[in-house]
């Protein structure tokens, strides 16, 4: 915060020794911190190239990349491109095509002819992988060398492609047509004979990514594997790139703040809380709101059909927040624990049988326990046989209901190719009230009538 | 699967042949891959202990350290302590202090005394750190040099010190009483003239974290410095450890199942949902339903008490289901955001004003809509205008109260130290939904009265 201060402290300042002064404090920050400053600062963007241009150094490059896509757009779209020609060059080569993927059409063709061939190739190259996929995150500069080198030419190269690549710490072996054939870390390479040959000494038994597996796939391989970094591959096994173990970490964070957002259902966005503007977000809250709204109309259209019956017992009125509470609670339960046992890999398609005999026993169990307690409840408080069955009978078989539908919905979407962590949401849970709701009053209907 | 299959292959099987074949199928697999099939097999710990045995190299000892501490635990307890001693030894510090806390009394005090002094002198100093810090899950393994070193003399006693080092990808450089003064990453290393100082090539401007940090914190750190380790250290800034990229996403992905776990009512737990007894799965999940079954019976009590009101104009109960359900769905959301905000660092108590602000807009332009909404639906499907009044009158009240108390509950439990994620979950919704219909009886009380 005080390093946003300074920042603020030098915008407003005419006298050059303090820009002379704050510009040399900015210098020795970690760049993830001058970012940080600078989004937290009154900086505009013109203004805050400014500023990065004076830092000059390799740091003012690396500052530029930590800052948020969002901000880098500005950036881009409204300094000139020769100068922002520096900053794009020396990105991550995933972040960015990222970057020029969000920027205007007429900004971004600007920009593209003044990067160097090489770089252009790369570019359009990433382009082309589908969001959300392995080949998207990737980066291409990754240390490749030929397997028929020694240890010590192999450092020696090392050396020379080390400045330019995003991590050294793997090096990929592969043959002239870039078919994977081994991995090599710089730690064995360190520890080996010098005359020793990279063949002899690399690791053949590869874990490697296709290029359209999932990303979140791609983050449970580094889980398992505790990775650093991990090759990405064609069909036919040639090297495309590499994903890095830091790009695998914002992954899992956007990945459950998503999953957070649809389970409290606001539409997903990737802003900070403070910085998404209030009529986006009212937006993004509003329509999930109207629509769960319009949801929970199916409950009192249920109601409305059963006015006689309410009517008749008014009483039945006062345990709708239970039954219908304790239906979406369990429909959650559920329904939230399949999904994240989908996610971490743990549960796939073909235990939907083991789910559903597993979930049967639970609903009974839990609809058991908990109808004897409403029985017990309503028979002490209302003195009344009748309500107390009803109300007992109508937990136990919704219980069972919600509990099911929970637990078998998220496998069912997935096996429609739909996202499973829908079910967790509200949307589903508003439906199980009007569920629990029509179940309850169809039983009170049929015990009146019997007794 | 396969694996698995194979290793029930090798114990249903006599015939030596099958075990000395299945025995050389697993050596040539990743160690994380032979933990996963060892704990899908049906092995008993002693079978499991003694294929390990025959797989008898460096893989044996890293599959161990793979499999989750409660298998670990059992494999423990049955073995006999000296053919245990070389998994124990071999495990990293962290990882096996863990396990060491877990296992029976007795099974520790067989084990210790076989461990060598240098290692039970590691294990005893880690020990002290409570969990979830900072100090708990960090290595002592890492590579430590002095700062009067050239960069060749540097790689020379790394190479020594490598093989029994977590991670040689940054060097500590330390003055003689641990004192953290630099850090140089491995590829600078590499980079450096072979005789240049460590001192002139270190990075001073480090960063660190204090052995009490909250180890959510610490991913935090690690997201934004994008690190593949970080140093601990004590008040005097001693070096008493790292924590590598590995342990923190294992951390990350733990602390977003905890959170899913708590949202969803669940009490949290650590196997895997298939794993955990059927009697334990049901009784995190019933003391949670139980606990809001009779917390939901306060809205049963509420509409007890305004039964009058409710016999004079009946159909006020068929809009109940949409007045809690939307209430719910709003503190739910704005609580969500907010817990996800602080859990990212993004929202910290200093904002509370600015936060209360916002959703104070925000309750009133939702209410609004919402309201103006459910008001005509009533008015056109009922024809009924004060009915229509008090339903769109009472979302427009509800909707601002569960707002404001969704987005300010975690702000207050964060300030009395709890953990602000419990108000994301389902209680908070239970007695949202109670207040939620107190204040539309209220109000429906008050404009009959009026009118």
Redesign the interface.
Known sequence: MTLALNINHLLNSIDPQVHREEIVALR???P?DIA?ALEESDAQPSQLVEILSQIGNHKAVEAFAQLSIEMQQTCLEEGNAQTMLRFVENMEPDDRVDLLKAVDDDVREAIMPLIAQAERNAIRKLWQYEEGTAGAVMTTEYAMLAQNLTVSTA?EK??LQ??NKET??YIYITDSERHLLGIIS??DL??SKPSAGLDAIMET?L?SVPHEMDIEKV?GV???????AVPVVDKDKRLLGIIT??D???I??AE??E???R????LPFDE???KRP?PR??WS??I???V??FT??L??TI??WN?AV??QM??L??????V???CG??G??S????V??MA?G??SLK?MG?VFR?EL??GL??GG??GS??YF?VFLQDQDIMLACIVAAALLATLLAANLLGALMPLALKKLKLDPALT?G?FIA?IM??LG?AIYFQIAFSLMAIF
């Open positions: 020795n920050q970690h993830s940080e450092l090392l050396r080390a400045p050294i710490y710089l730690r360190i520890m038994n874990i983050a580094f889980s398992k594997y505790d990775l650093l173990v830091d695998v970490i914002d899992i964070e459950s703040t999953d957070f957002q389970i409290s259902a606001v900070e809380y403070f209030l977000l009212f809250r509003f999930w709101l109207a769960l709204l929970s109309l409950s009192t109601m409305e006015a309410l009517n008014m009483s009125a006062f345990f709708i927040p239970m219908m509470g304790t609670n369990a959650t339960q329904a939230t624990m399949i994240r046992g971490l743990e549960i235990d083991r597993r026993v639970m169990l839990l326990a908990l307690m409403a409840r967790a509200p508003t009230d009007a709701i």
